[in-house]
């Protein structure tokens, strides 16, 4: 049975304690960890659940804590690894997901088990040779703490990181606390609903592309939904944002990973993604990930860019090679925003316009395996139109929106 949620009464000196013995503001916490800005700022009005320290704090001492983190669980300023030993609690080791503790890996790369050279703490990475936990990695654990900053579409890899972690609290009945942070992209659904037999670590659930959900709901529909292996069931509780629902304009205040650099990026990578299966590059080896597309030899656009290697994208595609296309760096966030949906018209012009089609869909298994099925492909190789298209999704959208209404902490956009 899901654990409800607890509310538990902070007194001010508690949070003043805990939020302001941090010291001065750095650009670089105790533990090493880059703070790289995405701009603008978040506002003030929106309280990630790692800086309601007053809610959870009781719930950690006298446990021996297993924190899933990396670069984006932040409070405020100190890394909430930092904090939490700053408290005098007893953390005993750290699991890293993709692109590591430090968020600095490129995409795909295996991440290895290390020690984090500040704190002394063994790091376990589940983006490596595994990526859930095992008997071993959880032996000596009492409660296991997650807080990672999601984007709100399934091939985001830290929602499958999430669910592995919660099967392995079951298996093992180790408590979960899941600390919650707003989702940029939760204003809205949209996309194709995965198909089970195309399920992957890019896409493990029976979804829309993007869910409308943050990553404390998300945790709430795999466990009240039976998605754990053997019909387990994971002890959890999810702490809440404060200040939050689903029409919140949030902007992250750090990136969420390093091909992710501003808001731009973090909401056009819904509808930019697919490209990563075909021959299009989106930028990955240039400063501007996720917000150009070209390809060599592409006929559209007027854009050109060469990707290179660089922090976060060692070997990026197209590397060395002129490519052809768009640059969609200038749009402004808020027309981004208000579109609330995703926008196909550039996978279906690039396809129609370019000259070599039989080789556009470069990786094609990895093409639907983000797609969650073989369909758009065969949409799009067949001629139809974005309209058509998406008439195709809206009998899975609406079974999905009355399956996410039952796990909502906040108030929805519709």
């Not at 989702?183 to 896409?203: C, E, I, T, W």
Request: with cysteine; glycine share 10%; proline share 7%.
């Amino acid at each position: 049975m899901m654990v409800k949620l607890k509310t538990i009464v902070a007194t001010p000196a508690l949070l003043l304690a805990m939020i302001f013995a941090c010291g001065q503001k750095t650009s670089e916490t105790a533990s090493g960890l880059p703070v790289t800005k995405v701009e603008p700022q978040v506002s003030g009005q929106t309280v990630p659940a790692a800086e309601r320290v007053g809610e959870y704090l009781p719930l950690l001492k006298g446990k021996r804590i297993a924190a899933v983190v990396n670069h984006t669980s932040m409070v405020g300023q100190r890394h909430l690894v930092d904090t939490l030993l700053k408290a005098g609690l007893n953390l005993v080791k750290i699991f890293a997901p993709e692109h590591g503790f430090r968020g600095a890996a490129s995409d795909g790369e295996k991440i290895k088990d290390g020690k984090d050279p500040a704190t002394g703490l063994p790091i376990i990475s589940l983006y490596g040779d595994k990526k859930k936990p095992g008997s071993a990695d959880l032996a000596g654990v009492d409660l296991v703490l997650f807080d990672i900053q999601d984007v709100g579409t399934r091939f985001y890899t830290y929602i499958s990181t999430l669910a592995y972690v919660m099967e392995a609290c079951a298996e093992h009945n180790v408590p979960l606390i899941v600390l919650d942070r707003p989702n940029p992209n939760g204003h809205y659904m949209d996309g194709p609903v995965l198909k089970k037999k195309y399920a992957s670590f890019v896409g493990l659930h029976e979804v829309p592309v993007v869910y409308g959900m943050t990553i404390g709901e998300y945790a709430r529909m795999v466990n009240g939904e039976g998605w754990l292996a053997n019909g387990f069931k994971c002890q959890m509780e999810v702490v809440p944002c404060a200040g939050y629902d689903h029409r919140t304009q949030y902007d992250l205040p750090v990136k969420p990973s390093p091909n992710l650099p501003n808001m731009t990026a973090v909401l056009l990578y819904p509808s930019l993604c697919f490209f990563e299966g075909t021959v299009v590059s989106v930028g990955r080896g240039t400063d501007k990930q996720f917000q150009v597309m070209g390809a060599p030899g592409a006929t559209v656009g007027d854009f050109t860019f060469t990707p290179q290697p660089r922090d976060g994208a060692t070997n990026p595609p197209q590397q060395g090679k002129l490519c052809r296309g768009h640059d969609l760096s200038g749009l402004p966030v808020d027309t981004l925003r208000q579109q609330k949906q995703l926008n196909l018209g550039y996978l279906i012009d690039f396809y129609q316009s370019y000259p070599d089609k039989a080789n556009f869909f470069l990786k094609t298994a990895h093409f639907d395996a983000l797609a969650g099925s073989d369909e758009l492909k065969k949409q799009i190789v067949a001629g139809k139109t974005e309209a058509e298209i998406r008439a195709g999704w809206q009998d899975g959208l609406r079974r999905f929106r009355a399956l996410r209404k039952q796990y909502l902490l906040y108030y929805d956009f519709e």
